[in-house]
C-alpha cells in the first residue's frame, strides 16, 4: 500500500506551495506521487468545486456539508485508493480536516450534538490519511498573503471571502483537532520562509517513513 499524506490548514497558509515542493523532492528520491487536491480533482468532482465555490447559489450549511462530502467520496474511489493501491504517495490538498474545520466548526454544525463524526467517516470511504501536515499560521499573515495574491491577480473564492471571525474558527478547529490526534496530526510552523517551511516538512515526513 501507499502513502496518504494531507496537507491542511487556513486559507493562504501554504499548502499548495509546500505540496508542490514536497512532491518534487519526493520524485527526486525515486518515489511515485501523485498530487491531488479537494475539492473537485475528478471529472465529477470539478463540477461539483465549481458549485461549491463560485458563490453564485450559496449553499446552507447542511448542503454545503453534503456537497463537500460527495466530492470526497467520488475523490476517494476515483483517485485516492486506486493510487494507494498501486503503491504511489498521494500528496492531498485539504481532506477531512478542512471539512471539519470549515463546514462544521466554522458554520456552527457542531460534529459531537449532531453526530455528524460518522458521515466524515462514510465519505472517506475507508480511507485515512497516514499523516497530516497542518499549516498554522496566523490568520492576519494568511490574510496578508491573499491580499498580495489578489493583487497579483488571483481571483478569491467564496470562502476566502468570508468574514475574519469565520477563518479564526477554522484556525482554532484545526488547533482542536492536531491537539486531539497527535498520532496524525503533525504542525508545522507556516510563519516562517518558504525554504524553511520545506525544511520541516522533510523533516518530519523522513522520520515519520523512516526516509
Ligand atoms: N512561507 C511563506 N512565506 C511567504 N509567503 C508564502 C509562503 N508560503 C506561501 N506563500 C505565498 O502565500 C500565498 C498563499 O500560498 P499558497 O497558495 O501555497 O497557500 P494555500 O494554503 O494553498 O492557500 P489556499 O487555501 O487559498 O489554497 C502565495 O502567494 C504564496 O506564494
Ligand atoms: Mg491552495
Not at 71 to 85: F, M, N, S, T, Y
Not at 123 to 151: N, Y
Request: hydrophobic residues 45%; contains cysteine; aromatic residues 6%.
Amino acid at each position: 500500500m501507499g502513502k496518504l499524506i494531507t496537507f491542511e490548514g487556513g486559507d493562504g497558509c501554504g499548502k499548495s506551495t509546500q505540496l508542490r515542493l514536497t512532491a518534487a523532492w519526493l520524485r527526486s528520491i525515486g518515489k511515485e506521487v501523485v498530487e491531488t487536491f479537494e475539492p473537485g480533482d475528478s471529472a465529477l468532482g470539478s463540477q461539483i468545486r465549481k458549485l461549491l465555490l463560485a458563490g453564485e447559489h450559496a449553499p446552507v450549511p447542511e448542503c454545503e456539508l453534503l456537497l463537500f462530502l460527495a466530492d470526497r467520496a467520488q475523490h476517494v474511489r476515483e483517485k485516492i485508493l486506486p493510487a494507494l493501491k498501486r503503491g504511489s504517495w498521494i500528496l492531498c490538498d485539504r481532506f477531512s480536516d478542512s471539512t471539519m474545520a470549515y463546514q462544521l466548526a466554522a458554520r456552527h454544525l457542531d460534529c459531537k450534538s449532531n453526530d455528524l463524526a460518522p458521515m466524515l467517516k462514510f465519505a472517506e470511504c475507508g480511507v485515512s490519511p497516514d499523516m497530516t501536515l497542518w499549516f498554522d499560521l496566523p490568520v492576519e499573515i494568511a490574510a496578508q498573503r491573499m491580499l498580495l495574491r489578489q493583487q497579483a491577480g488571483e481571483k478569491s473564492n467564496r470562502l476566502d471571502d468570508e468574514a475574519i471571525s469565520f477563518h479564526q474558527r477554522v484556525a482554532a478547529a484545526f488547533a482542536h483537532q492536531a491537539e486531539s490526534d497527535k498520532q496524525r496530526v503533525v504542525r508545522i510552523d507556516a510563519a516562517v520562509a518558504i525554504e524553511s517551511v520545506q525544511q520541516q516538512l522533510m523533516a518530519v515526513i523522513k522520520e515519520r517513513f523512516a526516509l
